[in-house]
């Protein structure tokens, strides 16, 4: 089954699909291993994982579409890919719908961000603009009307918090402004909105408002067990920062053991053997073409 249709039965299903964050196909695998539904592709993670740096805008389109690529082709499991404000305007939306989806990315995510967008909770950055909801929706149609496969997923994610303080965010009541947005890029032609709802109250505001279906989000703003999502009826949630956060916590005590060590020996609790790297990389899968097809 295509991972595209795949990805909607689970969603139809009553079930809260779980999409769990990585950056690179290792990372990918791993989530597959583990379990989930679907691996998530954001944009916190792979600038981190990729340049080091914030998220703050620093990737452009093609560097994402060759992680999502590389993961896809990684795993099994259906891959959504945050596809930033779409990379410009109506147009260059066409062009991000056509090229994930070529790239067997089973759906991506829309912000109704300008240029430059940034990650709404980041401390001392200013704040995003958004653009107006018509344009937004022009964006949705447009994406629609792009994609070959009518199951490629296209999600919208209004970016409200982003744009003031949180006290700000609640002083004006401005959940009223996400569901009104929201509501308008379902009928727009969105298949699902994602919110970002930073407690149990407002994950089920949202789903009593929004007759669409949502997707929400756990991560360190929103530390939200899987389950309030599953009682609300969110067909899909998402862990973003789940895979970039562990990998760094593991990588820096493995390091920091090395240097006070100065001892290989010394870190083997901290490392997977040969054999389970092997195994995670699907090095039987290489053995079996080599000899198959007799290369020597």
Request: aromatic content about 10%; overall charge negative; hydrophobic content about 45%.
């Amino acid at each position: 089954m295509k991972p595209t249709r795949l990805l909607r039965e689970k969603m139809a299903s009553g079930t809260t699909v779980v999409s769990v964050g990585a950056y690179d196909g290792f990372s990918a695998r791993l989530v597959e291993r583990a379990g989930f539904d679907s691996v998530y592709v954001g944009s916190y993670a792979t600038e981190a994982a990729a340049f080091g740096t914030p998220d703050l805008a620093l990737m452009g389109k093609s560097e994402r579409l060759w992680i999502g690529r590389n993961i896809a082709k990684a795993v099994d499991i259906p891959v959504i890919v945050d596809a930033e404000e779409g990379y410009g305007n109506a147009v260059n939306v066409i062009e991000t719908v056509r090229d994930f989806e070529a790239a067997g990315i089973a759906g991506i995510h829309l912000d109704d961000e300008g240029l430059p967008s940034k990650c709404p909770f980041i401390p001392g950055i200013p704040k995003n603009q958004l653009i107006d909801t018509d344009e937004m929706c022009g964006k949705l149609e447009a994406a629609a009307s792009a994609r070959q496969d009518p199951d490629f997923l296209i999600i919208a994610r209004s970016d409200v918090i982003g744009t003031v303080s949180l006290e700000e965010y609640y002083e004006q009541n401005l959940m009223e402004e996400v569901v009104r947005r929201s509501r308008a890029y379902a009928e727009a032609g969105a298949d699902a909105v994602f919110v970002m709802a930073l407690t149990e109250e407002e994950v089920h505001y949202f789903a009593r408002e929004i007759d669409a279906p949502l997707v929400g989000i756990f991560a360190t703003v929103e530390p939200l067990p899987i389950a309030v999502f599953q009682d609300a009826g969110y067909p899909m949630v998402i862990g973003s920062l789940v895979g970039i956060y562990a990998a760094a916590q593991g990588l820096l005590k493995a390091y920091t053991k090395l240097k006070e060590t100065g001892d290989w020996n010394a870190i083997q609790e901290e490392l997977i053997n040969d054999e389970q790297f092997m195994d995670i990389v699907g090095l039987d899968a290489y053995q079996r073409l080599y000899k198959e097809f007799r290369i020597r």
